[in-house]
């Protein structure tokens, strides 16, 4: 059946990557739907329509609280197969020119349930690439300040070392001691000669 070829695909696609946007299209022109449709493809995002009943069948599995009550209805998951936050400024982009007829009800990102204000900030970051960047820029500035300062710390140290060394007197040469002269042998007594007897 075709209903449950959809209902095994989302299964499929939200259990390799569970990110999707849940909106409201149902008074969008089928011409803007399809407008929509081609925006979404340029991000590597698709939308399918669901009703209430298969929605609730594809995510029940996903055990996230409040999720199955953004299903009400007849709704559009946005599933983002890219870079989320693109993905989400594309749809709250789309969503301010057609207003009357669409609404952005919120998402599921990486297990987190996000509604429609948490949407909208998403939507406001950049993209992964220069949000990394940037953190990156953030943690590098402080440790090429603490690099440098060691590095001048031990340029000093190396240069102090030196100066200490010049202003130490060189330390005479240990004396050798001079080679002990003999002492002279004692003599032997000579015996007194006796008196020639007259």
Same mark, same amino acid.
């Given at each position: ?42 991000? !590597? ?10 929605? !609730? ?8 609280? $409040? *999720? ?12 983002? $197969? ?18 009357? $007829? ?28 220069? *949000?990394?960047? !940037? ?64």
């Amino acid at each position: 059946m075709v209903k449950e070829s959809i209902v095994d695909e989302l299964s499929t696609a939200l259990s390799k990557q569970p990110n999707f946007f849940v909106t409201s299209i149902n008074r969008l022109p089928a011409s803007e739907a399809d407008v929509f449709r081609r925006k979404l493809s340029t991000s !590597q995002a698709r939308l399918i329509m669901i009703n209430r009943r298969l929605g !609730q069948r594809v995510v029940g599995p996903l055990h996230i609280a $409040g *999720l199955q009550e953004l299903l009400e209805g007849s709704v559009g998951l946005v599933l983002a $197969g890219g870079d989320v936050p693109p993905i989400a400024k594309l749809i709250v982009e789309f969503r301010k020119a057609h207003a009357e $007829g669409m609404a952005v009800r919120g998402a599921l990102i990486d297990g987190a349930l996000l509604d429609t204000p948490a949407v909208e900030t998403l939507a406001s970051l950049p993209p992964k690439p220069m *949000l990394l960047a !940037q953190v990156v820029a953030t943690i590098e500035s402080p440790i090429a300040e603490v690099i440098f300062t060691v590095e001048r710390l031990i340029g000093d140290l190396a240069w102090l070392v030196e100066q200490a060394a010049a202003k130490i007197p060189a330390e005479p040469a240990p004396a050798v001691p001079a080679p002990a002269e003999a002492a002279p042998s004692p003599q032997t007594p000579t015996p007194p000669q006796e008196e020639e007897k007259t």
